[in-house]
Nanobody, 124 residues
Framework: QVQLVESGGGSVQAGGSLRLSCAAS????????VAWFRQAPGKEREFVAG????????AYDDSVKGRFHISRDSAKNTVFLQMNSLKPEDTAVYYC?????????????????WGQGTQVTVSS
């Protein structure tokens, strides 16, 4: 069993930065693929970024490529999402998800564990 807790959300102006953290419990977490998803009001939850268990492979949605960076610290059981050059359209609840198998997936159905989410609001 893995429990995920996100933190680091908040309100910023366009062009600002935030760093989200996803802290996990469970000794098997380093072997999980992890992703960040986001859900804006009235929209479906969408893939933002993913990282494999090794940390060597990552992927990003085109809308955040070049602005967001995903990383993980396996010793601390934590995955980070550094978000730079934020835009109002980045406003959403951001969720961390973990899945067995060591790889990341763009489909939310492939994940076994989810955090409760953290709100990110970007004003223009």
């Amino acid at each position: 069993q893995v429990q995920l807790v996100e933190s680091g959300g908040g309100s910023v102006q366009a062009g600002g930065s935030l760093r989200l953290s996803c802290a996990a419990s469970g000794s098997t977490f380093p072997s999980y693929g992890v992703a960040w998803f986001r859900q804006a009001p009235g929209k479906e939850r969408e893939f933002v970024a993913g990282i494999a268990s090794s940390g060597a492979a990552t992927a990003y949605d085109d809308s955040v490529k070049g602005r967001f960076h995903i990383s993980r610290d396996s010793a601390k059981n934590t995955v980070f999402l550094q978000m730079n050059s934020l835009k109002p359209e980045d406003t959403a609840v951001y969720y961390c998800a973990a899945g067995m198998g060591g790889v990341y997936y763009r489909a939310r159905e492939m994940y076994d564990y989810w955090g409760q989410g953290t709100q990110v609001t970007v004003s223009s």
